[in-house]
């Protein structure tokens, strides 16, 4: 049983959009998400043996060449009757399961926005920006009540510096966020 696909209405151009329920639905599952991570950073079009190689060695923290038959089959069987199907209804792969081929869709380029990466060293950016702004404040506090040196400083400085760290903080998250798209 194919599953009812929920679609929007691009209003420019027409063609149907996959919804944020189906977009969130076929990114929350980590082998799913593996599985696009695979075809972006590999070709577009890969063999379903390949595919459960890798994610085989990704989940168990090895390299391909280590990873036994019966992980690699434990994936390959859990993508060729869960995630491939799912993902193909969803239209952001082809997936042709008697050849044992999947290739990536223009329409799996939505989910771009929804893969960025962030490392276990870094910081989230909204607690960055949350600190920023909480250094900014205690600043200006430091300058209101007169406390040595942030008396001697000017509240025009003040905003300046404020804006200058908040404009070069969201330059830097720019550049970090396209540096970690996965593709």
Known sequence: MTPQIAVEQDQQSGEAEPSRDE?????????????????????PEARVRDIAEQLAAWENDLDVS????????????????SHLPKLAASGFIEYESDRGLVSLTDES?????????VSENEILW???YFGLAVVAALAGAAAAVGTVPFASVSGYTYAILTSVAFGVSSLVHRR????????
């Not at 977009?23 to 070709?43: G, H, P, W």
């Not at 380029?109 to 990466?117: G, S």
Request: glycine share 2%; aromatic share 10%; proline share 0%.
């Open 109 to 117: 380029r939505k989910l771009e926005v929804y893969l960025e990466i």
């Open 176 to 183: 970090m966020t396209r540096r970690n798209r996965l593709g």
């Open 126 to 128: 909204s607690e960055f």
């Open 23 to 43: 977009i969130f639905t076929a990114l929350s599952n980590a082998r799913r998400r593996r599985v696009i991570k695979y075809l972006k950073q590999n070709e």
């Open 66 to 81: 280590e990873v036994s038959y019966k992980q690699r089959k434990r994936v390959y069987t859990a993508l060729h009757q």
